[in-house]
């Protein structure tokens, strides 16, 4: 049997996939039908797919926000304990580029309560995977002993490798001075073989410094 009745609302189905109809009619006891609703499971399909298109194309907008540019395998880090600068500097602001933001921060312009009343950011902080390469890198500090602020944007364009796949950047703060370095894959052998520069990285990894001295390999 085809169709049936329940609480005033009569249904029929036709068989078939994708084509089967619902038609359900609420019924107004002293009158006509109030409303007739047809459902169609095709249309349904369709428009579930109309959203899963919106969805991606959503996401891929966000993307190319974050990104704005080519996305290369590599590292941004930097460890201010292992490497002893950050119990004489608090770290007020970075910038690796201006394309995604989890290679930037500013104590300043923070809009949560992670470093609420806390005079630093954090000395320590690792990013690696897909990112794009940054054109620039800006840090700004201040030196505990003494109150003094300083900051320093390095133009990266020609400084870095052509190829950042699977190296990485750190810097160094000593004094009134930044250090930029390049870390490679490349182990060294023998573990602590010169040079020893001021990251602790340089100690596992061949290592050269790309600012204040450009060092070409």
Sequence with gaps: MNGWCTNGIN????????????????HNRDGPPLETRSLNTSNIYQFARLL????VATLLFLCGCV????????????DGRNDGWAAKIDLLEYSYGDKYRQVRDSLEHRDDSLYKGSSSLSPSKGVGGPMPVGEFMYVKWRIKATGE???DRVDLRNRLPRDMKNQGLTFVIDGRQLYLYVVTTEPKRPFDSPPILKTVESRTYVTYEIYPS???R
């Design 149 to 151: 602020v300083f900051e």
């Design 52 to 55: 899963g298109t919106i969805f």
């Design 67 to 78: 990104s704005g540019s080519r996305l290369v395998h590599h590292q941004f880090t930097f």
């Design 214 to 216: 450009l060092t070409k």
């Design 11 to 26: 249904q029929t189905q036709t068989p078939g996939p994708l084509k089967s109809r619902v038609t359900a009619s609420i």
